[in-house]
C-alpha cells in the first residue's frame, strides 16, 4: 500500500546540474501533480497532467519540465539548477473524488 | 500572487482549547475546499473538505464553516490534543487543480 513514491528523498546539486525528480502512484489516479513547497509560501503548483498524455503549466513552472511517462509516473526535470530551485517538492495524484494523496517530498539544495 | 490567503502564520494553544485557522479567496468559480494536514519530515495529508453547497461540515473534533457570501472559510479544532501540532493549509480549487494557502503551524501546550 504505497501510494505516492517519491526518489530521491534528498539532493544537493551545484548551479547548472541538471536533475530528474522521479514519481510513481499505485492508486490508478488519472492526474498527477508537482508542487513545490517554500517556507512563507505554501505549496505552489509547478505542473500538472489531467491525464495520461497530457501535461500543462501551473503557477510556478519556469525552469522545469516535465514527462507523464504512463499513469502510474510523473517526472520533473531541472535541466540547469538555480539556487532559487532549492525547495521541497512534493507530487501528488487524483482522482475525480478531489481527494489529494502526496508523497513524502524531495528535499533539493542547490548550492 | 496568492489565490488563497490564509491566517495567522502560527498559533499556540493550551491542550483542550480551540484552534481556529481562516482562509480568503477571491476565485468564485472555487468549488471544493479541503484542509491539509502536514506533520514535519511527511507531505501534506487530506484532513477534511466542503463543497460550497453547505455552510458547515464537522468530522470528529474538526469542522469547517464556509461562507459563500464572503468568499471566507475556517478551520476549528475542537479539544486541541498535542498530537494535533502541525502545520495546517487550506486549500480551492476547480478543473482538479488546487491553490494553497501559506500554512499555519499550531502548536498545542500540554
Known amino acids: 500500500n504505497a501510494g505516492v513514491t517519491q526518489t530521491p528523498k534528498f539532493q544537493v546539486l551545484k548551479t547548472g546540474q541538471s536533475m530528474t525528480l522521479q514519481c510513481a502512484q499505485d492508486?490508478?489516479?488519472?492526474?498527477m501533480y508537482w508542487y513545490r513547497q517554500d517556507p512563507g509560501m505554501g505549496l505552489r503548483l509547478i505542473y500538472y497532467?489531467?491525464?495520461?498524455?497530457?501535461?500543462d503549466k501551473g503557477e510556478v513552472p519556469n525552469g522545469y519540465n516535465v514527462s507523464r511517462l504512463n499513469k502510474r509516473e510523473f517526472s520533473l526535470r531541472l535541466e540547469s539548477a538555480a539556487p532559487s530551485q532549492t525547495s521541497v517538492y512534493f507530487c501528488?495524484?487524483?482522482?475525480?473524488?478531489?481527494?489529494?494523496?502526496f508523497g513524502s517530498g524531495t528535499r533539493l539544495t542547490v548550492v | 500572487q496568492q489565490q488563497v490567503k490564509q491566517s495567522p502564520q502560527s498559533l499556540i494553544v493550551q491542550k483542550g482549547g480551540i484552534s481556529i485557522i481562516n482562509c480568503a479567496y477571491e476565485?468564485?468559480?472555487?468549488?471544493?475546499f479541503p484542509w491539509y494536514q502536514q506533520f514535519p519530515g511527511k507531505g501534506p495529508a487530506l484532513l477534511i473538505a466542503i463543497r460550497p453547497d453547505v455552510s458547515e461540515k464537522k468530522e470528529g473534533r474538526f469542522t469547517i464553516s464556509f461562507n459563500k457570501s464572503a468568499k471566507q472559510f475556517s478551520l476549528h479544532i475542537m479539544d486541541s490534543q498535542p498530537g494535533d501540532s502541525a502545520t495546517y493549509f487550506c486549500?480551492?480549487?476547480?478543473?482538479?487543480?488546487?491553490?494553497f494557502g501559506a500554512g499555519t503551524t499550531v502548536t498545542v501546550r500540554a
Open positions: 497532467s489531467a491525464s495520461e498524455g497530457t501535461t
Open positions: 476565485n468564485t468559480a472555487f468549488d471544493y
Open positions: 486549500a480551492a480549487g476547480n478543473d482538479y487543480k488546487l491553490s
Open positions: 492508486m490508478n489516479h488519472n492526474s
Open positions: 501528488a495524484s487524483s482522482e475525480e473524488s478531489w481527494g489529494y494523496t
